[in-house]
């Protein structure tokens, strides 16, 4: 299947002079939890997410109102082209532990938003197929962006546990498979 077919066609973007607060009506308005900030050709520059708005606001003790775009968007971007597989799409998005891809065509100009959503609606749509590897995917994004980042194991070694706050034992972070992380680092 191909990212053209599971994509959404429909995009809000922002661009590097608005403010958050704008970025916020556009997340609120369209319903979703990040925008591509786009150049004024529509080649996207960078993504901004709703956590990135919160944590902005929360770390300056400022406005939206006060704060632009580039304070706080990505500092990278990763895209994928329309025609590519889904299923290399979905590796580039565990690989680099995002939720969303800005879809691009030839001339690097935004054509489409492919999410974890997307991925999660198609694998539901045919649960006893596999959508050409589409459950599969979901699944291998999810587990890589809803990882806990640990510290290096040299550096749990030498840290103490933290107790948990309520007196219960600590929830177990689930780790990545073997084969999950080989086939994220490829």
């Known amino acids: 299947m191909k990212v053209q077919d599971m994509m959404s066609k429909s995009v809000a973007t922002c ?5 958050l607060n704008t970025v ?4 609120w308005e369209g319903d979703c939890g990040a925008l591509p900030v786009v150049d004024a050709d529509s080649r996207p520059l960078a993504v901004i997410t709703d956590r990135d708005v919160c944590m902005a606001a929360f770390t300056t003790g400022k406005t ?10 990505s ?8 025609q590519e597989e889904v ?8 690989k680099h532990g995002v939720r969303r891809l800005p879809v691009v065509d030839a001339a690097g100009k935004l054509v489409g938003i492919l999410s974890l959503n997307d991925l999660a609606v198609a694998a539901a749509k045919e649960p006893q197929q596999r959508l050409n590897g589409v459950t599969a995917d979901a699944v291998r994004v999810l587990q890589a962006v809803c990882a ?8 749990a070694a030498s840290a103490p546990a933290a107790p948990p ?8 972070v689930p780790a990545v498979s073997t084969a999950v992380q080989a086939q994220i680092a490829t």
């Open 15 to 19: 661009t590097m002079q608005d403010t």
């Open 24 to 27: 916020a009506q556009k997340l």
């Open 64 to 73: 939206l109102e006060d704060l632009r775009v580039p304070e706080s968007m």
């Open 75 to 82: 500092k990278q971007v990763v895209t994928c082209r329309a």
């Open 87 to 94: 299923n290399s799409a979905a590796l580039r998005m565990a």
């Open 148 to 155: 806990h980042r640990l510290p290096l194991r040299s550096e």
């Open 165 to 172: 706050t309520n007196g219960a034992p600590a929830p177990a």
